[in-house]
Structure formats: structure tokens, C-alpha cells
């Protein structure tokens, strides 16, 4: 594994882990959907909610399999870099079929006014609420819009998620800073 890779997953390792207690838990990727809810003013009572929280489970849980080594719904920095070595390095249709529903989900909060498009604004306010930094979370919306058509989608994050977990490969500097 290369140094940038581990490195990568360092550091989103430590984004996930929002409580910073050293692990990565369900609470942690609930309380990440909740940060997000807040950000669009979406009520927790929602449809909408009830869907991200519950991506945010499925997210944990199949990251979960390929990581909780000793199984104890806890995940340590050291099996999340070893795991992510192991099952996620180089299985990008793996990682797709653990992320996509929380990426659809995410997207579907993203798009306050519901309009089935998600602007370069719209992914802001979300790149804020999950802990990127104001100056970055302006940038990366054009970045990540590999149409260029002012829009983006699932697709699109999800493309750029796999890359991040599965490739070892350098990504663009802003990728790798942002943790996404």
C-alpha cells in the first residue's frame, strides 16, 4: 500500500470517526447523517431523513464486514487501514455496492428544493456540514461536476468515493484533502 493511500485513509478515517473516540461506529455514520440533515433543514421525521439515516447503517454495516476484524461493532483505526488494504484496495465494485445507497441518499438531502438536480451550491452546504473546510468545499463542486453541467449527481460522487477508497493512485490534491 502506498504511503498517499494510507494516508488517505488515515485521515477519512479520523472525518468518520466524529466523536473522536479512536473508532468508528454506528453512531459516528448516524450523527455524520444528522450533520447533514441539519445543513439542509431537513426534519428528522422525514422520509427523506428516515432514508439517509438508514444508508447511513447500511453504509457502516457493509464497511463493517470488510473492516470490524475482532467484530465488536467497533472500528479501530488499524483495522480500517489493514482492511481497506485488503478488501477495499482494488475492489471498486465491491466498495460500490457498500456506498451507493448512502451516496443516493445523500444526494437526495442535498437537493433542498427537490428539484432532481443538485447544484454546485447545494453540494457546498453538504461538503460543510461533513467537515470540509469553507475555501475547499467552494472548489470541489466543480471538481466533482465531470460533466460540466453545473450539476451533481450520485453518479458522480460515487465515481469519485470508489476512487478514493479503492484506488491507490494519487487523486487530485483537493480530493485528497477533503476526504472524499
Same mark, same amino acid.
Given at each position: 500500500m502506498s504511503d498517499g493511500y494510507q494516508?488517505?485513509?488515515? !485521515?477519512?478515517?479520523?472525518? =468518520?470517526? @466524529?466523536?473522536?473516540?479512536? !473508532?468508528?461506529? %454506528?453512531?459516528?455514520?448516524?450523527?455524520?447523517?444528522? +450533520?447533514? =440533515?441539519?445543513? !439542509? $433543514?431537513?426534519?428528522? *421525521?422525514?422520509? @427523506?431523513?428516515?432514508? /439517509?439515516? +438508514?444508508?447511513?447503517? *447500511?453504509?457502516?454495516e457493509g464497511l463493517s464486514v470488510h473492516t470490524d476484524i475482532n467484530m465488536d461493532g467497533r472500528i479501530v483505526k488499524d483495522e480500517f487501514l489493514d482492511a481497506a488494504d485488503i478488501? /477495499?484496495? $482494488?475492489?471498486?465494485?465491491?466498495?460500490? %455496492?457498500i456506498a451507493q445507497p448512502w451516496a443516493e441518499a445523500v444526494i437526495e438531502i442535498a437537493d433542498r428544493d427537490q428539484d432532481g438536480l443538485v447544484t454546485h451550491d447545494e453540494w457546498a452546504i453538504t461538503l460543510l456540514a461533513v467537515g470540509v473546510d469553507e475555501e475547499l468545499a467552494e472548489r470541489l463542486p466543480g471538481l466533482i461536476d465531470a460533466d460540466g453541467d453545473g450539476y451533481i449527481t450520485a453518479k458522480e460522487?460515487?465515481? /469519485?468515493?470508489?476512487?478514493?477508497? *479503492?484506488?491507490?493512485q494519487a487523486l487530485r490534491p483537493e480530493f485528497e484533502r477533503a476526504g472524499v
Open positions: 494516508n488517505r485513509l488515515a !485521515a477519512r478515517f479520523d472525518a =468518520l470517526d @466524529r466523536d473522536g473516540d479512536g !473508532a468508528i461506529t %454506528q453512531a459516528d455514520f448516524e450523527a455524520m447523517a444528522r +450533520e447533514i =440533515l441539519a445543513s !439542509a $433543514g431537513e426534519p428528522s *421525521t422525514s422520509a @427523506r431523513a428516515r432514508r /439517509l439515516i +438508514e444508508a447511513a447503517r *447500511t453504509f457502516f478488501s /477495499l484496495r $482494488g475492489n471498486p465494485r465491491g466498495f460500490h %455496492q460522487i460515487l465515481n /469519485l468515493a470508489v476512487d478514493f477508497y *479503492t484506488e491507490d
